[in-house]
């Protein structure tokens, strides 16, 4: 009777270390799934930081002249208001894409209807067409991720202010405000913002 007692007791402490790696496992999971988390953010933040800087430095360069801003930018803007877009690798997206909220681009052209032509049906990778992280990309993966939005605006006494935003599909990653006094230059219709 002593040999099944000492059998019993062996597999209650088998079982109890088998528990204890169990939970030892889980904690350690959660722990890297955290940092996982953690980098992705503190990437998109540097990649928001260097993005929004650059734009400041374009609107500072351009001291007020919507022509130049366009160019620098390679974008159009809609009443002051420039909006770029850009996908999940930070690679910048035409005009048209989608934004980050499901909204349709600047210029009406989502993408995603499949009535943009011969080339949407064209699936490069190999995937299914879920290939995004909400699982709404088409198949060209052309949904942006991240936007970055300037709202530029002069007021009478000639000061710029350029407030800067980039957001992803969930909230706003970075914000800039930007000013410059652009001096006793007089603004001129059509050519200044």
Avoid at 9 to 34: G, K, Q, R, S
Avoid at 36 to 49: Q, Y
Wanted: proline fraction near 2%.
């Amino acid at each position: 009777m002593s040999q099944s007692s000492k059998s019993r007791y062996f597999l209650v402490e088998l079982l109890i270390n088998c528990l204890l790696f169990a939970v030892a496992a889980a904690i350690c999971i959660a722990i890297f799934a955290h940092g996982n988390i953690t980098g992705k953010k503190s990437a998109a933040l540097s990649m928001a930081v260097a993005e929004a800087q650059n734009v400041a430095e374009s609107v500072k360069a351009a001291e007020g002249d919507l022509q130049v801003l366009n160019t620098l930018l390679d974008t159009g803007e809609e009443e002051g208001v420039y909006t770029l877009r850009y996908d999940a690798d930070w690679q910048r997206l035409p005009d048209g894409a989608d934004s980050p909220d499901g909204s349709d681009g600047a210029d009406g052209l989502d993408g995603a209807d499949g009535a943009d032509g011969p080339d949407d049906t064209n699936d490069t990778n190999g995937s299914d067409g879920v290939d995004g992280l909400d699982g709404s990309d088409g198949p060209d993966g052309s949904d942006a991720v991240y936007e970055l939005r300037a709202v530029i605006d002069i007021d009478e006494k000639n000061m710029l202010q350029a407030d800067i935003s980039v957001t992803d599909k969930e909230e706003t990653i970075y914000t800039l405000r930007v000013l410059r006094y652009l001096g006793a230059k007089s603004t001129k219709s059509g050519g200044e913002i």
